[in-house]
């Protein structure tokens, strides 16, 4: 079985390949890049990826080594993200599937990322943690679905560090510059907590951050490493309190997402598991980022579980779309 995946929600146009042993044939991706002062504008993205998709399907055809024939199926992500640039994956995953007679695997983004993880690292029962620029939930499969056992309730942990580096005039994506200026911030300045339960809010420490920049009075390394110090306890705090309470039926923790790749996080994460007597997994960085594999992958799942694609005149998209919405029939 040979699988090959459409990812287009938000920044990155990427296609992926793998077969059934989940061996990855080919990962072909283009990332926009706004300029700078600006963030993702869909149309402007979407244009990107109109003019790099078809470059980007052959070269990730031939670097599989394989025809275009051999493949059982096409996942695509339907969502959630920015309207133009899904509707430009779809359309060439409908184009495809039209033209070569492939089953077409519509595939929610962020179950792709959960998958993935899980998937590489055989996890039975885990506990994860997606962090990136479109979600920030904490999650556990439960009947059928993965189910949310803390979330933020305003913006991701993506968007707060994304948008703080645009207000004070760094480049895009912010996560890893403001990693690397926070590792020489000495001095933590107090900055809004906000957590409620297993939830957790983080535009209140955004306008924080931003008017103490704005105001002059902490450097650029201090604000980085308050920032961080306050996000990422928040994150491991909620999901603290959500393994606490599932902990007998978790036998795991897994992070995922691009804010997975930053090292603060992560050690304050494994530093919280280990007193519960659990492992962190986490995929190397390029796994963490959106691309087309994650999607191959939900669209194997759903192939080797016997469900059927759906017809290319309704491969439709959804920009707002929650993954505990989505029956997971293969676990
Ligand atoms: P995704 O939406 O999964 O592609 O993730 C993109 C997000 O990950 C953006 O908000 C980036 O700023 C963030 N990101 C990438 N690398 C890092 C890092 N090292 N530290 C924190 N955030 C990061
Ligand atoms: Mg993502």
Redesign the pocket.
Known sequence: MIVLGIES????FGVGIINESLRILSDVRRQYFPPKGMGIEPFQTAEYHSKYSVDVVKKAIEEAGISIKEIDAIAYSKGPGLGPCLRIGATIARALSLKYNIPLYPVHHAIG?IELVRSYFNLSNPLIVL?????TVITAYRGGRWRPYGETLDI???????VF?REVGLD????????KLASRGKRYVELPYNIKGCNFQFSGLLTKAIQLMKKGQVSIEDLSFSL?ETAFSIIVEATERALTSLKDSINSLAI??????????YEKLVKMANIHGLKVYRLD?RW???NGVQIAIVGLRMLQQGLEGVPPEEAYILQKWRFDEVDIQWM
């Open positions: 929600t938000a920044h990155t990322h962090v990136s620029g479109g979600h991701t942990i993506g968007n707060l560090l994304d580096a895009f994506p912010g996560g890893p510059i403001i990693e961080q995922t997402g691009g804010v997975a790749s930053n090292n603060v996080l960085k963490n980022s959106d």
